[in-house]
């Protein structure tokens, strides 16, 4: 049987293999639907945890072992339930699966911790250069040329977060904060890069529930020993003294398993440029937001030309990919293919089939 060609337009709706039909509400009302429910509970979930870690509970890489075991602990009802959401990973794509759960694991606790020792604001705009990591790191490791337009969007969408720190007070510059962040960008970029041919082979075998439970399951290994030997696990257990304040922590934890639960709903009904068009929607609610709930960082002139500068590039990388202009415009073919000549004669570069 031939092949299908996945790519960044193709939803996750079915495929040739016998896949059931959406309902016919679905395919009219489950973007927007899944759109709207994705950018909710990302706020929600990022202003919870930014109130969490103000409000003395700030142990990051403890909250997300907390809230793998949240997710893991929600889903068990469903397969008890539903016995055919339960689904077990095979051993032939094992290793790769390992790979993006190693990359899962990392984003999530560094991204906790940026949380916990930067401004919202700050660590949203970092968050949206993730375009740029990622297209970076695939160009390096697929080596994968993009259109040169690409590349110059990314080298704009790379200053915003510096601008944003132009005439901000010395206390509000956390450079250990951005050093995390950036890694943890990085990861999951690398996530990304990474995760598309494991979800291919795997979508067959595992439900959206199973896959999540899987990933949620796996960082365990890497998040409770970490939490362990910080210090973090048992502190965060040890904090909430009344029942609500341990309401308000495993909420908020679970509000993480939802939220890539959300992600997945998304990429079901559409596609993953879609995605990317949602979160560049919360990440601007979330920078203008944290502005009027925590007050921080303090408002500058650079921190509103960083954010616009970063969100508009952003906004145009999103333009590109779904319009698709530099693919079907002569023009912008004939600078691409120009611009894969002259890189095709660097030494680098040579033999590679992509240049």
Known sequence: MASKKVDETTTLRGDADGDEKLPEWV?????????????????????????????????????????????CTVLIPVFLIDRTQWAVPKRDYMPGFLLVCTLVALDLALTNIAVALLAVAIQQCIVATNPAFTVTIESIVRRKLAHPMIYFVIIFLCTGPVVAQIGAPADDVNVVGICIQLAGVT?????????????????????????????????????????VINGELIAIISDPETPMEW????????????????????????????????????QAINIYLSLALFGKPTLTVGLVCGSLITLSSAG??????????????????????DFKSMCGKMPCCKGSPEV
């Open 27 to 71: 395919v009219k009302y489950g973007a927007p639907l899944a759109i709207t429910f994705y950018i909710l509970v990302a706020v929600v979930k990022t202003m919870l945890t930014k109130a969490l870690f103000e409000g003395g509970a700030a142990f990051p890489v403890g909250f997300s072992a907390i809230s793998a075991i949240a997710t």
């Open 187 to 227: 990861c999951s970029a690398c996530k990304y890069v990474f995760a598309h041919s494991v979800m291919q082979k795997c979508k067959k075998d595992l439900g959206t529930f199973a896959f999540l439970f899987w990933i949620d399951v796996l960082i365990l290994f890497i998040l409770v020993p970490w939490a």
């Open 247 to 282: 309401f308000n922590l495993l909420f908020t934890a679970v509000l993480g398993g939802i939220r890539f639960f959300s992600q997945l709903l998304v990429l079901r009904v559409s596609t993953a440029t879609t995605l990317s068009c949602a979160n560049l929607a919360f």
């Open 316 to 337: 145009i990388y999103t333009y590109f990919k779904i319009s698709k202009v530099l693919e079907k415009d002569a023009g912008c073919v004939k600078k691409n293919e």
